[in-house]
């Protein structure tokens, strides 16, 4: 008689969802996802910089710098931030680059989508 409740009560549930949940439901992490990933190098010898370098992300009034993630060579922000951003990056010895083009990030239906890119700096 149990096995027969349990099995009412899960067709029960199952009337109760939508089409939208049960066609290709989407599972979500509970990970935090930068919107930005920027990797600089040097133009001149194409080595990876890291030390005295500041990357900094503009969306009209958000100003963010973005961190370097330890042990590798990229810097990360904007986490879990959509947005229209301008990327100004500045090193020791370098000079300062602003990328002609604004960054936008986007979001799916869990995080935002990530976007990549990488600078070459010209020594001063």
Known sequence: MKRVLFILMMCVAACNLSEDETID???????????????VRSSASSDFLIDGITVVARDNDYIETLKNIINTTTFSGAIERTGIYTITVQGIDYESFTFPEPIVVESDECHVITESREIKLASD
């Open 25 to 39: 439901p989407v599972f979500c992490t509970e990970e935090a996802v930068a919107g930005l990933e920027i990797t």
